[in-house]
């Protein structure tokens, strides 16, 4: 009932930038918390950003001051501002997405499908 789609990855030289976004549709009640993960090859899944639904962020010290979560309520979206990229952030990037589908419902964790960031050196 609810679909996250990821668009915005590809391939970027060092020292550019991307923006990376997730829409939710579907059967939404409410949304939580809004974050991105990321999971390079061979390499756990980190928590890369959060944003909350008072628009506090937080964010991976690797990232900090590089990258810039962001939310617009109004269109369910969360959005990844990426700057200064190095070849260590290449990875799949995955929105969450923290739902209450009805008011019945608990809220619950969806995941985008994820999108490749390829950063060249």
């Known amino acids: 009932q609810v679909q996250l789609v990821e668009s915005g990855g590809g391939l970027v030289q060092a020292g550019g930038s991307l923006t990376l976004s997730c829409a939710a549709s579907?059967?939404?009640?409410?949304?939580?918390?809004m974050n991105w993960y990321r999971q390079a090859s061979g390499k756990q899944r980190e928590l890369v950003a959060i944003i909350n639904s008072g628009g506090s962020t937080n964010y991976a010290d690797s990232v900090k001051g590089r990258f810039t979560i962001s939310r617009d309520n109004a269109k369910n979206t969360v959005y990844l501002q990426m700057n200064s990229l190095k070849p260590d952030d290449t990875a799949v990037y995955y929105c969450?997405?923290?739902?209450?589908?009805?008011?019945?419902?608990?809220?619950?964790?969806?995941w985008g499908q994820g999108t490749q960031v390829t950063v060249s050196s």
């Open positions: 579907g059967s939404i009640f409410s949304i939580g918390d």
């Open positions: 969450n997405v923290v739902i209450q589908t009805t008011r019945f419902r608990l809220y619950e964790n969806y």
